[in-house]
């Protein structure tokens, strides 16, 4: 079954703790992203990858790293959470190219808490 | 990269077509307009894209006029199940340099029986 994958789900954590949030899919796509969702504010793009250790910055990059060292994984790290990182994050992949509509396939979304 | 302008939020009723339009001004050439469903604690899953004129599968249809400037979404008598968050998306896939998107707020459309 073609998916998204984001681990954790659900996670509570504190000011100033590391942690990462996964994202794989096996879909082989060129293309992956990672949003954030607030009540009132849509999707914000936060990073996205072209390709593998090709990355770049969305609308929101602050606060977050991410990397792509394999097709399939592109993982989101917050290296110091503060609680305006509280949200809900969705990874989404697409196919890039002739033969592909750009349709974006997203994960089921890993909701973060920083206390 | 083009903005897109929804509203924020839409009441319809069982069994009534819904039309949720979708402002982007700037569009450019080779964009595309693709449609976004989401439930709640769901990740948003794609509904219906087009590039000109008419689109139509067996959720919904999407109407493009000639100018590009606008889109409206269209749902076939709807139920309760379709309450979700709509979003439209308007970016080039085709291309190795677009990776960045911009959806907008979304249009919340609430069903009541």
């Known amino acids: 079954e073609a998916q998204v994958t984001q681990n954790p789900r659900y996670l509570i954590t504190v000011t100033g703790k590391k942690l990462t949030v996964t994202c794989s899919q096996n879909?082989?796509?060129?293309?992956m992203s990672w949003y954030r969702q607030d009540p009132g504010l849509g999707l914000r793009q936060i990073y996205y990858?072209?390709?593998?250790?090709?990355?770049d910055k969305g609308d929101v990059p602050e606060g977050y790293k991410v990397s792509r060292k394999e097709k399939r994984n592109f993982p989101l790290i917050l290296e110091s959470p503060s609680p305006n990182q509280t949200s809900l994050y969705f990874c989404?992949?697409?196919?890039?190219?002739?033969?592909?509509?750009?349709?974006?396939?997203f994960g089921e979304g890993s909701r973060l808490t920083v206390l | 990269l083009a903005k897109t302008t929804q509203p924020i939020s839409m009441d319809s009723y069982e069994g009534q077509e819904v039309n949720i339009t979708c402002s982007h001004n700037?569009?450019?050439?080779?964009?595309?307009i693709t449609w976004y469903q989401q439930f709640p604690s769901q990740g948003p899953r794609f509904i219906i894209q087009?590039?000109?004129t008419k689109v139509t599968n067996e959720v919904a249809s999407l109407f493009i006029p000639a100018d590009r400037k606008s889109s409206t979404l269209s749902l076939p008598r709807v139920s309760l199940s379709d309450t979700a968050v709509y979003y439209c998306?308007?970016?080039?896939?085709?291309?190795?340099?677009?990776?960045?998107?911009?959806f907008g707020q979304g249009t919340t459309l609430q069903v009541k029986p």
């Open positions: 989404a992949s697409s196919g890039v190219g002739q033969g592909h509509t750009g349709e974006l396939f």
């Open positions: 087009g590039y000109k």
């Open positions: 998306l308007v970016a080039n896939h085709l291309t190795s340099n677009t990776g960045k998107l911009i």
């Open positions: 700037n569009i450019a050439t080779n964009d595309y």
């Open positions: 879909m082989n796509h060129e293309y």
């Open positions: 990858s072209m390709n593998v250790e090709v990355t």
